[in-house]
C-alpha cells in the first residue's frame, strides 16, 4: 500500500491547512487511516485518526477541537482539516495505515502502523 500525503506549506499563527493523502489500496476501506507530526527533535505525535467508515475519530489532546479529520473511501482518500493553527503545530505530517481499529494505546502508538506516507511539511509562523 502507497500513501501519498500533499498540502502542507506555510500558514500564519489562527490560519488553516488541509492536508490530504491518497492510498493505493485496492480495499481502501479497509484500513484505519491516521496523521502523525515530527518536528526535529521530537518523537513522532499522533495527531487524529479514522476508523475504515469514517464512523469513528480519535485526537489527540493538542489538536482535538481544532483539527479535523475526514476519509472519502470512494477517492481512496484521508484528509486532515487544520484550524486556528498555532506555532506548535509545526512539522512534517505523516499520513499512515493498519489494518484494525485497536485500542486507544494501540490506536496512538505510531508502530502499530504498516504502512506510512512520505510526508508533508507544515510551518505556522507566529
Known amino acids: 500500500v502507497q500513501l501519498q500525503a500533499s498540502g502542507g506549506g506555510l500558514a500564519q499563527a489562527g490560519g488553516s491547512l488541509r492536508l490530504s493523502c491518497v492510498s493505493s489500496a485496492r480495499r481502501f476501506g479497509g484500513y484505519t487511516m491516521a496523521w502523525f507530526r515530527q518536528s526535529p527533535g521530537k518523537e513522532r505525535e499522533f495527531v487524529a485518526a479514522s476508523s475504515m467508515s469514517g464512523g469513528k475519530t480519535y485526537y489527540g489532546a493538542s489538536v482535538e477541537g481544532r483539527f479535523t479529520i475526514s476519509r472519502d473511501n470512494d477517492k481512496n482518500a484521508v484528509d486532515l482539516q487544520m484550524n486556528n493553527l498555532g506555532p506548535g503545530d509545526s512539522g512534517v505530517y505523516y499520513c499512515?495505515?493498519?489494518?484494525?481499529?485497536?485500542?486507544?494505546?494501540?490506536?496512538?502508538?505510531?508502530?502499530?502502523?504498516?504502512?506510512w506516507g512520505q510526508g508533508t511539511q507544515v510551518t505556522v509562523s507566529s
Open positions: 499512515a495505515a493498519q489494518t484494525l481499529w485497536p485500542a486507544k494505546g494501540v490506536l496512538t502508538n505510531s508502530t502499530a502502523y504498516r504502512f
